[in-house]
């Protein structure tokens, strides 16, 4: 049973008001914050949610004076000057409380992130084309597992050139890039990438010399009958938890100094990026992973008194990630595909044969689109 709100009572001489649940929690709100967000039909658009006013239409004495619960179960104030009742849904309120303990430690992820390593096994997440293809409800179930494990299967993809882009542009928007608006991993002489050849490739992050990185990326097999090229996943903010639980002070280096990466493969491209290893917000939180030993530049954003040390821990979180307890491997057959959240999981692949036909096509898209998607199939059954 959602709990409802039981009280609201004005404090700090009008500066906030606080609400009670039947629950027993309780959270405080600025006056100011409850008008530049308030709901009524003068601040948001009826028809988009957009708001019509600014912040310097709101009053910077702005002030409650009266605060209680609707019989309907709203929170209703009134706040000076104009002196307006502005309603506020209780379970609204409560889903944006600010007022709570934050998060202090470096380092920290998002509630709705499970990480895993090879403990994963083999019942990896995977859905059904001929389903996802006409069912609001099994898309939904193909993006839920990249919201919360940063990949997911799909099998039965038509094994045709493009059908990569069709399953993207089920959820979202194929973002071309110099490799074009899908791309063929194949090998091919005097390749543009090393990805264009039948070498294995460490794991990595795609793309981290882009700025903005693609978030997301799909790969989908036409054809395979080569030895080997087996697919390898690897979650890097799991890697990320152990490296922090070792060795803090190599978290540190990684996540507080910038790296370069560099792309100069094709004619006409330069493309050059400056960020951390592993990307935090300004609160601590792990938002981010970039690691691509291909396209790693010379750092020359640490220190020389700290560059052994972030040696140290490149090295380190190598090692990591080269575990084969942090694995979940696995061999795509024609008409599978799989797709990984690009900004946390980093994928390799192992050596193959000459002999025999590996044919993958890939595409980039991004997580707004995948993130949206899945919140409004959500809000329909909701």
């Known amino acids: 049973m959602t709990p409802s709100a039981e009280a609201a009572s004005v404090i700090l001489n009008g500066r906030a008001v606080r609400v009670a649940w039947s629950d027993g929690f309780s959270a405080r709100y600025h006056a100011v914050w409850l008008r530049y967000n308030a709901l009524d039909e003068a601040t948001r658009s009826a028809s988009n949610g957009q708001r019509l006013i600014s912040l310097l239409d709101v009053p910077s004495k702005t002030a409650a004076t009266a605060a209680a619960i609707s019989p309907e179960g709203e929170v209703s104030i009134t706040l000076a000057p104009d002196m307006r009742a502005f309603r506020f849904p209780a379970e609204w309120l409560r889903a944006r409380a600010y007022d709570q303990a934050r998060e202090a430690e470096r380092g920290w992820f998002d509630p709705a992130i499970t990480t895993w390593d090879a403990g994963f096994g083999a019942d990896l997440p995977r859905s059904d084309w001929r389903a996802v293809s006409t069912s609001p409800a099994a898309l939904a179930a193909w993006l839920v597992p990249v919201r919360a494990y940063g990949f997911s299967l799909l099998e039965n993809v038509p094994k045709e050139p493009g059908a990569v882009c069709t399953a993207a542009e089920r959820f979202g928007f194929v973002r071309e890039t110099n490799y074009g608006r899908l791309f063929d991993v194949r090998a091919q002489v005097n390749p543009s990438n090393l990805a264009f050849t039948n070498l294995g490739l460490e794991a990595h992050s795609d793309n981290p010399y882009r700025d903005p990185v693609p978030t997301l990326q799909l790969l989908c097999c036409l054809e395979n009958s080569v030895e080997g090229g087996d697919s390898r996943l690897v979650d890097g903010f799991r890697a990320v938890e152990r490296l922090k639980s070792e060795n803090l002070a190599h978290f540190d280096l990684l996540s507080g100094y910038c790296t370069r990466f560099e792309y100069a493969g094709s004619p006409g491209v330069r493309l050059r990026s400056r960020r951390p290893v592993i990307e935090l917000a300004p609160d601590g939180q792990v938002i981010a992973v970039r690691w691509n030993n291909r396209s790693a530049a010379a750092p020359v954003d640490v220190p020389f008194d700290e560059m052994e040390g972030y040696y140290a821990a490149s090295r380190r979180f190598t090692e990591i990630i080269e ?22 999981v980093l994928h390799a692949r192992e050596a193959y044969s000459g002999e025999g036909s590996r044919w993958l096509q890939g595409c980039y898209a991004d997580k707004d689109g995948l993130l949206s998607t899945l919140a409004a199939i959500e809000d329909q059954v909701a």
């Open 323 to 344: 575990d084969p307890a942090m694995w979940v491997t696995f061999k795509l057959a024609p008409g599978e595909l799989f797709m990984v959240d690009n900004t946390r």
